[in-house]
């Protein structure tokens, strides 16, 4: 290759790592100080470093003595672009910016060092996964603001029983409702979920931070779309995430149980919405084999944003202990469901979740 041609190919290189790195360095800074995300923030911190490893098969003193910032003619071309509105369209511009270098890297890579090339493409992938999990982090986080009290119920003795309960909760307040229930028919249960989905729908929540309560489906992402319900919650060993949104849409919210902190790693990854940190406490309505306790929920307090409801035996007195060791939104059933007076109870829960 003639030199010129060669000078040109180290100057495109060198150009693009400047702008994969700067992007790289405004999505990290996004979610750590926007989002707070400690688990994104080491995400980003990985692909930067991994890029910075990749682009160590250049010889800095070639890249330097390519570089024509004064005399670049695209310099002249620069222009502020279009005006963004808020950090979440900022770190939005980045990835684009980040993609497209590292593809124009890629591309002009193999020219010079195919293995470096085949680095880059891993890194171009690997910042696709992360701009899905910064922008759901973000856009659930949006979504579930102000919700702090999701209560889980069952198809009930009857559906006028079932209806009666579910008007008692939302008048009382309730925030998100699962109903999640094994022993009625599939047409029991598309009844009930219908009658659900009405009654939340053309209910306002009084004096509340949400307009009107969130209607999930427990594992049953066909019996979700039916019943028009907002989402479907799915276990470890029920349908993947991939598979639920499939059936759902990209617009419904998709929750995931946890037990685990790689657990929750994964869910972030693969687009949940929303997670189940637990169980926390022996239950009544649900038997565990074992409980992950307190320790489960300060490690995703500490490194997750995603919007994240503790569950597992949670009553009134076990409630100060969930939310000091950092989660204020709480998952649960007996508690309420049971209780001698369930308007009272869902009153007295979120006075504390405040």
């Known amino acids: 290759m003639h030199p010129t041609g060669k000078t040109g190919i180290l100057r495109i290189l060198d150009a ?20 707070d995300d400690r688990h994104l923030t080491e995400l980003a911190k990985h692909l930067r470093h991994d890029l910075t490893a990749a682009l160590a098969r250049l010889a800095t003193t070639d890249r330097l ?8 003619v695209g310099a002249v071309l620069a222009n502020p672009g279009p005006h963004r509105s808020s950090p979440s369209d900022v770190a939005a511009a980045s990835f684009n910016r980040l993609q497209q270098a590292l593809r124009s890297l890629e591309e002009y890579a193999k020219l010079v060092d195919t ?13 696709y996964t992360l701009q899905r999990a910064v922008g759901i982090t973000a856009d659930s986080i949006s979504r579930l ?6 209560v889980l119920v069952d198809g009930g003795a009857d559906q006028e029983t079932f209806a009666g309960l ?49 209607f999930i489906m427990n594992d049953r992402p ?52 929303y997670i189940g940190v637990g169980p926390t406490f022996p239950s009544q ?21 995603l919007p994240a409801f503790a569950i597992g035996g949670i ?37 504390k979740l405040g």
Do not use: W
């Open 285 to 305: 309505t649900k038997n565990f084999d074992s409980f992950t306790g307190l320790d489960f929920i300060r490690a995703v307090a500490a490194e997750i944003s």
């Open 166 to 214: 579910i008007e008692t909760l939302v008048a009382a307040g309730v925030h998100i409702f699962q109903l999640r229930d094994k022993k009625l028919t599939d047409a029991q249960l598309l009844a009930r979920a219908r009658t659900l989905r009405e009654i939340t729908r053309c209910t306002p929540v009084p004096k509340s931070v949400v307009t009107h309560s969130l």
């Open 222 to 273: 066909d019996l979700a779309v039916l019943s028009g319900a907002d989402g479907v919650h799915v276990g470890q060993d029920e349908l993947s995430i991939k598979d639920a949104r499939a059936i759902v849409g990209p617009h419904s919210l998709i929750g995931v149980s946890t037990h685990n902190i790689d657990q929750a790693r994964r869910a972030v990854l693969d687009g949940a919405n």
């Open 145 to 150: 603001a102000g919700a702090r009290l999701y």
């Open 16 to 35: 693009e790592a400047n702008r994969a790195a700067e992007g790289l360095r405004v999505v990290e800074d996004y979610v750590r100080f926007v989002l």
């Open 115 to 127: 293995a470096m090339a085949a680095e880059v493409e891993r890194i171009r992938f690997r910042s």
């Open 315 to 351: 009553t009134l007195e076990n409630l100060p202990q969930v939310t000091s060791a950092g989660l204020s939104r709480v998952a649960l059933s007996g508690a309420i469901v049971n209780s001698t007076n369930p308007t009272t109870a869902t009153c007295d829960f979120l006075a």
């Open 65 to 72: 003595a390519a570089r024509e910032s004064e005399s670049d």
